[in-house]
Structures are given as C-alpha cells and as structure tokens.
C-alpha cells in the first residue's frame, strides 16, 4: 500500500484584516480505547476529509499523517481560532462523518461513544521549528508500530 503524505509549504506570515500572524499548530488526536481503526478506507476518506474541513474552515493544512490509533495535524491558523476550537470542530465533524460513511465501525468498536478520546496533544511552532514538526509527521509510517516513541 502506497503511504500518502500531505505536506504544504506555509508561507512565513499570513494577514488578515487587522493582524499579521505565523501561527502554527501540531495537533494530535487520539482514537477512544486506542483502537486501530485508522487505516483503509476509513485513513484514505480521514485523508480527503481533513483538508476539506480545513479550507472549510479558513485554516491551513500544512502537514497531516493518519495512523492506526491516532491523527496528526499541522496546521496554520488565525489568531482568532483558538487551538482547541480547531480540534473540537474537526473531531466532531469527523466523528459523525466517519460513522456515517462506516457504520459497522460504530457499533463494533465505539458501541454508542465518540470516535476521539476526550483529550489532544496541542503544541505550536514558528518558522523555526515548523520543518522539524513536519519531519516528525512525515516520519510516523517508519515506526513499526505506528506509537509515539514519546
């Protein structure tokens, strides 16, 4: 199978109509239970889906890999978009989606719950280390099994 990566090259500073920012986010959820379901058809549709949401939403994807238990993002945002309201927007609209499009994962392993753990890992980058948090992204398929070594 063919690994798909999807990386963007982010400009320094972006504008809006009162502020110039770089703010950048590494964000990583984590499936409910730690269960593998993040590979297939259900990585390739998290894969199409996230960068939707993104532009949707006025955010920019920068990097995203999505492993068997668990997702993550790099991604540019507005001053006014607070980090957690990123992950909560994209965990709930990718929850309902998902079960949606893949009903039997809903009632064989999350039985009635959400698909995301309740908690994120949340961590943020500037310039300099932006190409560092999209090495490690890019780098998650190496590890055998797919777990933060961290």
């Known amino acids: 199978m063919t690994t798909m990566k999807t990386i963007r090259m982010q400009t320094l ?23 593998k379901v993040l590979f297939g058809a259900v ?16 955010w920019e994807q920068l990097a995203l890999e999505v492993m068997p238990d668990h997702l993550h993002l790099f991604v540019s945002a507005p001053p ?15 929850t309902v989606s998902v079960f949606r499009q893949f009903p039997t994962l809903k009632r064989k392993r999350f039985w009635g719950s959400g698909l995301w753990s309740d908690g994120c890992y949340y961590g943020s980058a500037g310039t300099v ?17 797919g777990h933060d070594s961290d």
């Open 13 to 35: 500073t972006k504008t809006t109509a009162h502020s110039v920012y770089n703010l950048n986010y590494h964000i990583v959820f984590v499936t409910k239970y730690r269960n």
């Open 80 to 94: 006014t978009t607070a980090p957690n309201t990123i992950a909560r927007t994209l965990k709930s609209i990718l």
């Open 129 to 145: 280390s932006a190409a560092t948090i999209q090495r490690y992204i890019e780098n998650q398929t190496s590890k055998p099994d």
């Open 43 to 58: 990585e390739e549709y998290m894969k199409a889906q996230v960068p939707l949401l993104c532009e949707r939403y006025g």
